[in-house]
T-cell receptor
Framework: KNQVEQSPQSLIILEGKNCTLQ??????????LRWYKQDTGRGPVSLTI?????NTKSNGRYTATLDADTKQSSLHITASQLSDSASYIC????????????FGPGTSLSVIP | NAGVTQTPKFQVLKTGQSMTLQCAQD?????MSWYRQDPGMGLRLIHY???????DQGEVPNGYNVSRSTTEDFPLRLLSAAPSQTSVYFC???????????????FGPGTRLTVL
């Protein structure tokens, strides 16, 4: 069964600190993996996308890594800001089938002063 | 560009009532989809469309209908609302499929639906 799991479920960090969010998946055959940021009351917004051949991708203070062999990905946030408080969702796509886009449950991140 | 717009933002229904959630995009995207988001779960695909006149079912289609008469609009109809349909609904659009950056999915702001 195609699944995407994320950990931790929630996380609280101090402003300025770094953090790493995890994503494990069993989606097959793998096409690509995206990380989304979802602010409270808003729709998700894409942060990064990686294909099988890519093992790291950065977007400002966000760096995503992918290990396609172990089917794991991580999202590292550097020098966190209050505006980073949001839910971060890992999304894995199987080939180019529109109905095989699997969303993880998300990690809720709170950055406090 | 307004991107993806959804109306209404909030809605309360009684069991058995019907309604239509509106979704429109002005990016000339061929692919549009409807998702529902429930606490502790990932977004789940309800219906999707790969172009005007073409729709298909996703993971949780029961109780919902869609149509795609134009490229811009993709309404979602609840036929007879049930408490299990209480959720936040998101519409999304993309240029195509696959890993290309141009195929990024853009999401609307969501509709929060409560069925009593």
């Amino acid at each position: 069964k195609n699944q995407v799991e994320q950990s931790p479920q929630s996380l609280i960090i101090l402003e300025g600190k770094n953090c790493t969010l995890q994503c494990n998946y069993t989606v097959s055959p793998f096409s690509n993996l995206r990380w989304y940021k979802q602010d409270t009351g808003r729709g998700p917004v894409s942060l990064t996308i990686m294909t099988f051949s890519e093992n790291t991708k950065s977007n400002g203070r966000y760096t995503a890594t992918l290990d396609a062999d172990t089917k794991q990905s991580s999202l590292h946030i550097t020098a966190s800001q209050l505006s980073d408080s949001a839910s971060y969702i890992c999304v894995v796509s199987a080939l180019t089938s529109y109905d095989k886009v699997i969303f993880g449950p998300g990690t809720s991140l709170s950055v406090i002063p | 560009n307004a991107g993806v717009t959804q109306t209404p933002k909030f809605q309360v229904l009684k069991t058995g009532q019907s309604m239509t959630l509106q979704c429109a995009q002005d990016m000339n995207h061929e692919y549009m989809s409807w998702y529902r988001q429930d606490p502790g779960m990932g977004l789940r695909l309800i219906h999707y469309s790969v172009g005007a006149g073409i729709t298909d079912q996703g993971e949780v289609p029961n109780g919902y209908n869609v149509s795609r008469s134009t490229t811009e609009d993709f309404p979602l109809r609840l036929l007879s609302a049930a408490p299990s349909q209480t959720s936040v609904y998101f519409c999304a659009s993309s240029y195509g499929l696959g890993a290309s950056g141009r195929n990024e999915q853009f999401f609307g702001p969501g509709t929060r639906l409560t069925v009593l």
